[in-house]
């Protein structure tokens, strides 16, 4: 069965630092994984997705994720935070067979000035 | 994403009551879905459909129903709401021939409150 772990539910960084926000995930075959952001009071937006192309996935808004099969992350990262960037991000791993995605319980980054 | 709407934003009821949620989109997709997010457990599937004809349960799919009225339109009824159906509701939609991933797409979602 497929699964995914956000190690962490909340991060707190500094504007102009780095983001690291981990996820681990536990999957029988080649994962499709995604990360989607959630900004208060909106709806979730699709940051990027692995399909088993690139291990290195670069997404919108300076965001990027490397899935590494052998420690079965994909982590997300971003070289310097925005104030912006203030929300809530969901790791997900797609299982079954009907397109069912499989949501972390998520991952609150503040970014202080 | 505008292209995938859901009425209303907000609602508060009481115990009881019959409410319907309402999800349309003008993306052409023919997947839709109905989760629900709950603080501290992400994301939970209810219902999904592939077409107008096919309608499935999710996981947690017990006290709802669905209905698909066409292929841009897929409503969440509550039958009789009752107060740990107080939630954030989200549609989504999602086409298998765009993309290899399916990627789903979201709507803004419905923050419903069940007194």
């Known amino acids: 069965a497929q699964s995914v772990t956000q190690l962490d539910s909340h991060v707190s960084v500094s504007e102009g630092t780095p983001v690291l926000l981990r996820c681990n995930y536990s999957?029988?075959?080649?994962?499709?994984l995604f990360w989607y952001v959630q900004h208060p009071n909106k709806g979730l937006q699709l940051l990027l997705k692995?399909?088993?192309?690139?291990?290195l996935v670069k997404g919108i808004n300076g965001f990027e994720a490397e899935f590494k099969k052998s420690e079965t992350s994909f982590h997300l990262t971003k070289p310097s935070a925005h104030m912006s960037d203030a929300a809530e991000y969901f790791c997900?791993?797609?299982?079954?067979?009907?397109?069912?995605?499989?949501f972390g319980a998520g991952t609150r980054l503040a970014v202080h000035p | 994403d505008a292209d995938v709407t859901q009425t209303p934003r907000n609602r508060i009821t009481k115990t009881g009551k019959r409410i319907m949620l309402e999800c349309s989109q003008t993306?052409?997709?023919?997947?839709m879905y109905w989760y629900r997010q709950d603080p501290g457990l992400g994301l939970r599937l209810i219902y999904y459909?592939?077409?107008?004809?096919?309608?499935n349960k999710g996981e947690i799919s017990d006290g709802y129903s669905v209905s698909r009225q066409a292929q841009a339109k897929f409503s969440l009824s509550l039958e009789s709401a009752i107060p740990n159906q107080t939630a954030l509701y989200f549609c989504?939609?999602?086409?298998?021939?765009?993309?290899?991933?399916?990627?789903?797409?979201f709507g803004p979602g419905t923050r419903l409150t069940v007194l």
């Open positions: 997900v791993v797609r299982g079954g067979g009907y397109n069912k995605l499989i």
């Open positions: 459909s592939f077409d107008v004809k096919d309608i």
């Open positions: 993306k052409g997709h023919d997947r």
């Open positions: 692995y399909t088993s192309a690139a291990t």
């Open positions: 999957s029988s075959y080649s994962p499709s």
């Open positions: 989504a939609t999602s086409d298998p021939s765009r993309t290899v991933t399916d990627t789903q797409y």
